[in-house]
Every structure is written in structure tokens, then in C-alpha cells.
């Protein structure tokens, strides 16, 4: 066994687990507040929650040992630090984890960490080309082309929630206009809901419950994500689609079977040939594991390099 840290920092949560890396088993877990915001000196608390966590792991398997991080906002390309993450996620941009906790480490984006879990033992296992979309408060995404994660050249590809589905529709914070985050992510629902719906959740159970209103506002933002979806597979040509994140556990059949009832209208399938829409396998573990996962493919890439 040899068994290494995935670490996913949240802006409400840090979740961490101890994995084996030759078998993808988590043997153990935990979860501490983030405490966004708070500090000792200048150094962020939840950096301080970090090295608590490396700490307990490794008194725990009696040796030092490897972290994988995941973090939202942009990877520097060596997987240093967060680059770029404004207005959270306080003291996160350009804090070097390596030096902080003096053991090799990595830090990716969360969405593309999310990605790689679903890929090493989740809905997208034993694939070569797959992309992954995760509907919560906004709209993270990721890209596995060709048996890799695409990054780009600084670290913005992936960022799926941010095509536009509606040129004429407002800007977004990244500003795309009529973006799939601000179609169907549930920053904007009281916009979409005209005030009727706190959450989306909330428009969740009154299209359940039959409501007309509720209804509209509802397949109208599946139809832009179909849309999206359909789009994406032009230019990627995916095995698998994986669609996570909490708006679809919530929603369900709710919406994967809308969604493919649209897909199969809007998805060009030359000779047949259909790729497949899946919900994520691995709920709140994805990013820990796709964390872990990374690591050992810069173990790969550096020894191929060596040889």
C-alpha cells in the first residue's frame, strides 16, 4: 500500500482522505470548517486546518506523505498555488503549499479535480475523452481529452459554466454573455424565478408539485444546458458526459430525464454513435481522489521524462 493526501478546500468546508494510490480505496476521511476570512498573523486559518489534517494522516500511518490539493480559481501551470481566485477563498492566491507544509504537493482546480476522481474510479473510469459539468451555485466544469486533463495555457480551460448559450442575454462575472452558469446556476434563480424561488430547490419541488410557473422556469434552464451539452460534444466528441454537483442530486430524474429528451433531439449521432450522459458517481469524495490521481500522474510524467 502506499498511501497518500487528497485535500479539496471549499469555501465552506475542508474534506480530506488518506488513499491508497495503487487501489483508489479511501481508508480514511475528515472534514473540518474552513473559516474563510480568519487569519493567525498573516497566515490563513484554514492553511493552519491543513496542516492539522497532514498531521493527524500521518500520525496515523506512522510515515510523511505526498498531498494533492484542489482549490476553485486558476492553478498556476506547475501546480504550485491558486493563481488567480478573486473575492473568496481569502489568502488562497499565491500561497505556496509546498513550502507551508515541507512535503511534495500539488495544488489543481476543484472542478478539474473533480473530474479526475470520476475518471480514476467514478463514472468516467476507463475512459479516454470525457467532460464533466457541476450545477451548484454556479457552473464549474472539465475537460478529459485523449486520456488527459486539458488545461490550457494558463489554466482556463474547462470553465464550462462560462459558454454562452444567449449572445443577446446579460454578462456574467466573467463576462460572457447569457452564460450556462447564469441559465441554470443558483446565483441567478431569483432572476430566472422572478422572485417566486429562494433556491433552486425550492423550484424544484414546485415543478413536482405541478406548478405551471415552475415548469417554464425550469425547462427553460435544462433546454440551455442541453443546449450547451450538445454544443460541447461537437467540439469534443466525449465518451461520457458526467453531470454532478448539488442542483443535480437534488433535481434527479428531474433532470436527466428532460435533459436527455433534449439531447436526443439536439445531439448530432453520425452512423448511431451517442455519448453517453451519466450523473457523478463519487459525490463530495471526487475531489479529494482526482487530487490524489494528479499526483501520481506527475509521478508518471516525471519518470517518463527521466527515461
Known amino acids: 500500500m502506499t498511501p497518500a ?37 498573516s497566515t490563513p486559518r484554514f492553511a493552519l486546518t491543513v ?14 506523505l505526498s498531498i ?33 507544509l515541507q512535503r511534495p504537493c500539488h495544488m489543481l482546480n476543484d472542478a478539474h479535480a473533480a473530474l479526475l476522481g470520476e475518471v480514476w ?49 446579460a454578462c456574467d462575472l466573467f463576462n460572457t454573455p447569457g452564460s450556462l452558469e447564469s441559465a441554470i446556476g443558483n446565483q ?15 423550484l424544484l419541488a414546485a415543478y413536482a408539485a405541478g406548478d405551471a410557473h ?19 460534444i461537437n467540439v469534443l466528441d466525449p465518451e461520457v458526459i458526467i453531470v454532478g454537483g448539488g442542483i443535480a442530486v437534488g433535481a434527479g430524474e428531474r433532470l436527466f430525464g428532460p435533459l436527455q429528451s433534449m ?9 448511431g454513435q451517442q455519448a453517453r450522459l451519466v450523473p457523478a458517481a463519487l459525490g463530495d469524495s471526487a475531489g479529494c481522489l482526482g487530487a490524489v490521481f494528479q499526483l501520481i500522474n506527475d509521478a508518471t510524467d516525471t519518470s517518463s521524462a527521466r527515461r
Request: hydrophobic content about 40%; glycine content about 16%.
Open 5 to 41: 493526501i487528497g485535500i479539496d478546500l471549499g469555501g465552506t468546508n475542508i474534506k480530506a482522505a488518506l488513499v491508497d494510490t495503487q487501489t483508489a480505496k479511501t481508508l480514511a476521511t475528515l472534514s473540518k470548517p474552513t473559516r474563510d476570512g480568519e487569519f493567525d498573523g
Open 51 to 64: 496542516r492539522e489534517i497532514v498531521d493527524a494522516f500521518e500520525a496515523r500511518v506512522g510515515q510523511k
Open 68 to 100: 494533492g490539493l484542489s482549490a476553485p480559481g486558476l492553478a498556476n501551470p506547475n501546480g504550485t498555488c491558486i493563481d488567480w481566485m478573486p473575492g473568496r477563498m481569502h489568502g488562497l492566491e499565491k500561497f505556496m503549499w509546498a513550502d507551508f
Open 121 to 169: 474510479a467514478g463514472a468516467a473510469k476507463g475512459t479516454q475523452d470525457a467532460f464533466m459539468l457541476t450545477l451548484g451555485t454556479g457552473v464549474g466544469g472539465a475537460i478529459w481529452s485523449g486520456g488527459r486533463l486539458l488545461k490550457g495555457k494558463i489554466g482556463r480551460a474547462g470553465h464550462l459554466g462560462h459558454l454562452s448559450t444567449d449572445a443577446n442575454a
Open 188 to 202: 441567478t434563480i431569483g432572476t430566472r424565478g422572478e422572485g417566486r424561488y429562494a433556491t433552486t430547490l425550492d
Open 214 to 232: 415552475a415548469e417554464r422556469v425550469w425547462l427553460e434552464s435544462v433546454r440551455h444546458l442541453a443546449a450547451a451539452i450538445a454544443s460541447l
Open 263 to 271: 439531447l436526443d433531439g439536439f445531439e448530432w449521432r453520425p452512423g
